[in-house]
């Protein structure tokens, strides 16, 4: 009875054999000539996974049943992916990375591309535990995991049994991260050529995705100056960060008056209301006196951006003149050459509107920012404290956890530990 107990196992265990490709899309990124193309280039991805895949498994596990299965999840932050991809131009569009992910699932039925949403840690914590769900299934006969980015994945690997090490394979996309290498010896690890991105993205590459159409007294053929980049991504740049220390402090706040109404990026497109009469100079934004070397939060430890005044016919006309925030706000502008202005000589006005001209474009870290040089946004400009939305609705970039925000500060992020 005992044997023909096994016998039975063995054959339940076949009819439901499949392979499990897990990747964090996050910074496991598909090649930038499959993201370019939209849903078409979902689709390819998927064929191109899956011969991939097919061909690795043939070779690993011989012993798989003719009717296996290849099933695959990709997790990532899609507007966090399509910013960051927007923002050094892979990407005419950030939302082309929707149609990606769309063209992607559609494929094939058991491939998705699974969006989390802005939050840290979001797409790790997904797939550590879909890891552990099939880890000693006995259906699933194999795991390429796709994690090479990312560091945080050594704790998950680092402790398994190695009775079981044989049936997971690392993938590699950009090299593997010190403590992964590390790893190697003991997984199976393979690379997909001509699939995935080899190189980190550097988020400050190049603030616009420039098309290669020509231009026209130096604008696009609509005449208008491309919209800043408007999604949050949690995507680390290529840059070092400063090392950081939070101490709890207790700060002033600092704040001076909010226009409830004030305009996004997306009021160039919008039919907005005359302007007031503003006397002369125009009013611009003030800058608020702050800590050179702290950063203000709350007491749920969100960053608070200062509120500040502002003029929209001085916003417009800061916009018209597309100095590069990264040189003027920054001073560590990285693409040579630049395809913004770094040699308009602004004055203290002025750069002050181009400030708040940057914070219209969300951070990428959101309200946990602890970049002391961010010049982004950590809650939508157009909010009002205690509302949870904006005049722009749905149609705001900002993410609705950014509208609201409590601007009492308690306590502040001191870098570099002093």
């Known amino acids: 009875m005992p044997e023909n107990h096994t016998i039975i196992e063995m054959v339940n265990s076949d009819r439901d054999a499949f392979a499990l490709v897990l990747i964090d899309g996050d910074g496991m990124i598909f090649d930038d000539k499959l993201l370019s193309r939209g849903e078409a280039g979902g689709r390819e991805a998927a064929g191109l996974l899956w011969n991939a895949v097919t061909d690795h498994v043939h070779l690993e596990v011989p012993d798989l049943p003719s009717d296996y299965k290849i099933v695959t999840r990709i997790y990532a932050n899609l507007k966090g992916l399509g910013d960051v991809c927007h923002r050094s131009g892979i990407l005419e569009n950030p939302t082309l990375i929707e149609d990606f992910a ?42 390429l995991f796709g994690c090479s980015h990312d560091n945080g994945y050594a704790r998950l690997l680092e402790g398994l049994d190695s009775s079981i090490l044989s049936g997971i394979t690392l993938l590699e996309g950009v090299p593997f991260e010190k403590e992964l290498a590390n790893l190697k010896s003991k997984y199976r690890t393979t690379r997909f050529e001509g699939l995935f991105r080899t190189k980190k993205i550097n988020v400050y590459q190049q603030q616009y995705y420039q098309p290669p159409a020509p231009q026209i007294n130096g604008l696009p053929p609509n005449g208008l100056p491309p919209p800043p980049v408007n999604y949050q991504s949690p995507y680390q740049p290529v840059m070092a960060q400063p090392v950081i220390a939070r101490t709890a402090s207790v700060s002033p706040a600092n704040t001076a008056i909010l226009n409830p109404t004030a305009p996004t990026w997306a009021s160039t497109a919008m ?22 070397k ?40 990285p693409y040579d050459p630049c395809t913004h202005d770094h040699h308009y000589k ?30 982004y946004g950590h809650r939508c400009p157009s909010d009002t404290e205690g509302k949870r939305d904006c005049r722009f609705g749905e149609n705001c970039r900002f993410e609705r956890e950014l509208h609201g925000i409590d601007r009492t500060i308690v306590r502040t992020t001191k870098v570099g530990g002093k």
């Not at 058991?110 to 890891?131: P, Q």
């Not at 611009?284 to 702050?290: L, R």
């Not at 960053?303 to 003029?311: G, L, S, T």
């Open 102 to 143: 769309r063209g992607f699932t559609g494929s094939k039925q058991l491939f998705d591309f699974v969006d989390v949403g802005m939050g840290k840690d979001r797409a790790d914590d997904k797939i550590s535990e879909i890891f552990k769900l099939h880890l000693y299934d006995c259906h699933c006969r194999h795991i």
């Open 271 to 292: 039919t907005v209301p005359p302007p007031t009469q503003m006397a002369s100079p125009p009013l611009t934004p003030q800058p608020v006196p702050t800590n050179a």
């Open 294 to 333: 702290q950063i203000p939060r709350n007491r749920y430890g969100q960053r608070i951006d200062p509120v500040v005044q502002y003029d929209p016919n001085e916003v417009k006309r800061i916009k018209k003149l597309k100095m590069c925030n990264v040189h003027f706000l920054r001073n560590d502008c």
């Open 346 to 375: 602004p004055n203290k006005n002025e750069l002050a509107t181009l400030r708040y001209v940057s914070r219209m474009t969300p951070c990428k870290f959101g309200s946990e920012c602890d970049d002391l040089k961010c010049i």
